[in-house]
């Protein structure tokens, strides 16, 4: 059983900068991608950076230049440090991972957390 736990959200006014950070837990082996998205209200969630086991990164054209994502592997965490915010970016932001887990007859699984709400305003 793996979860998947973020924090780090609150408010922050315009221009200001906060870390999101996912935990994930449990029987894991290896966590293959990583991603965080976010939902904002009366719209569709959506892919806001990912990163691939081998530390490549994509980010969404909204936060690229804003937002950086990174992952410790020792610890199995997953960072988002967000930058120059703006209200757009208020959401809820989930953290997804790709996990292989189990010791025996391992297997690859998709996991979400629960999500942390961020707002950015003044």
């Known amino acids: 059983q793996v979860q998947l736990v973020e924090s780090g959200g609150g408010l922050v006014q315009p221009g200001g900068s906060l870390r999101l950070s996912c935990a994930a837990s449990g029987s894991i082996f290896s966590i293959n991608h990583m991603g965080w998205y976010r939902q904002a209200p009366g719209k569709e969630r959506e892919l806001v950076a990912a990163i691939t086991s081998g530390g490549s990164t994509n980010y969404a054209d909204s936060v690229k230049g804003r937002f950086t994502i990174s992952r410790d592997n020792a610890k199995n965490t997953g960072y988002l440090q967000m930058n120059s915010l703006k209200p757009e970016d208020t959401a809820v932001y989930y953290c997804?991972?790709?996990?292989?887990?189990?010791?025996?007859?391992?297997?690859?699984?998709?996991?979400w957390g629960k999500g942390t709400l961020v707002t950015v305003s003044s």
């Open positions: 997804n991972a790709e996990v292989v887990s189990g010791s025996y007859s391992p297997h690859a699984m998709a996991y």
